[in-house]
């Protein structure tokens, strides 16, 4: 899609015409292009019909959300588990626990991690944005996805 647009000219002076391309067609029409990337390489929605994106989010949502079901049920497990251990082991007086030592620690690690939140913050802003730009151009299965996942959970 070209278009041809004029500089304002002065009197007396030469008639500047130049053309502005739009990438995506002109990449798009490219051998190149073509054969690196398939024809349909543009969002997911100008590949396939709606009924086909629901049902590839829906059933890719439902496996992401069982996973991180059972993966969720395994860690709080081990975590609670190794919990409970520590905590009978130091009611035992197996384990002597200098609680002074760990709030400092614990402290340490709050200062630490508040100044590596404020460095990686462009980077999440980054990163959400890419994702809301997904979303918005992938709709349909992004919807699906979202529903998909909740049912995995709920199963």
């Not at 990438?23 to 969002?43: C, E, I, M």
């Not at 709030?103 to 999440?124: F, G, M, S, T």
Request: glycine share 10%; net charge positive; hydrophobic share 40%.
């Amino acid at each position: 899609m070209a278009e041809k647009q004029q500089h304002g000219k002065a009197p007396g002076e030469e008639d500047d015409t130049y053309e502005i391309l739009d990438l995506t067609t002109y990449a798009r029409s490219q051998q190149w292009w073509s054969t690196v990337f398939g024809k349909n390489s543009g969002p997911i929605a100008e590949k396939y019909s709606v009924a086909t994106q629901i049902v590839m989010g829906g059933v890719t949502g439902w496996c992401a959300g069982y996973l991180f079901q059972r993966l969720g049920k395994v860690t709080a497990t081990a975590v609670g588990g190794g919990f409970l251990l520590l905590q009978i082991a130091n009611h035992s007086g197996y384990v002597q626990i200098n609680w002074k030592k760990v709030e400092k620690d614990v402290n340490k690690a709050k200062r630490h991690l508040k100044k590596k939140a404020n460095k990686a913050a462009p980077e999440i802003n980054t990163f959400i944005e890419e994702a809301t730009e997904f979303v918005k151009k992938n709709l349909v299965i992004s919807s699906g996805f979202v529903g998909g996942f909740f049912l995995g959970l709920a199963s």
